[in-house]
Nanobody, 123 residues
C-alpha cells in the first residue's frame, strides 16, 4: 500500500528557511504527481504546492509563490518543499500527498496522504 512519510518540520523564526521531505513507497513513484498541503489550527486543509509526475510542471498557492519551491527526486522516491522567508502565518501541519491516478500534470481530488509534520514559525 502507499506510504508517505514526511520529515523536516520544526520551530523556526520568521525569515528562516526549512526543507520538508516526503519519502514515498508502495507504488512506482515516478508515475504520480505529488503535492503539499497544510492545515492551520481551526482552518481547513489548503493546497500549497504541486508537481507533475515528470517534474516539469509546478503549481503554487498565491500565498507561497516566490517563497516556496517544490521538487522531486525520482531516484530517491522523495519529494521536497523548500520554504524560504517563512512567516508566522505559515504555521501549520504540512501534509504530503500523492495523486491516485497515473501521469497527472495537476493533482486530482483523489489523493493519498501522509501523517503530517508540524511547522511553527515564531515572530
Amino acid at each position: 500500500q502507499v506510504q508517505l512519510v514526511e520529515s523536516g518540520g520544526g520551530l523556526v523564526q520568521a525569515g528562516d528557511s526549512l526543507r520538508l521531505s516526503c519519502a514515498a513507497s508502495g507504488r512506482t513513484f515516478s508515475m504520480y504527481a505529488m503535492g503539499w498541503f497544510r492545515q492551520a489550527p481551526g482552518k481547513e486543509r489548503e493546497f500549497v504546492a504541486g508537481i507533475s509526475w515528470v517534474g516539469y510542471n509546478t503549481h503554487y498557492a498565491n500565498s507561497v509563490k516566490g517563497r516556496f519551491t517544490i521538487s522531486r527526486d525520482n531516484a530517491k522516491n522523495t519529494t521536497y518543499l523548500q520554504m524560504n522567508s517563512l512567516k508566522p502565518e505559515d504555521t501549520a501541519v504540512y501534509f504530503c500527498a500523492q495523486d491516485h491516478p497515473e501521469y497527472g500534470v495537476r493533482l486530482s481530488d483523489n489523493l493519498y496522504w501522509g501523517q503530517g509534520t508540524q511547522v511553527t514559525v515564531s515572530s
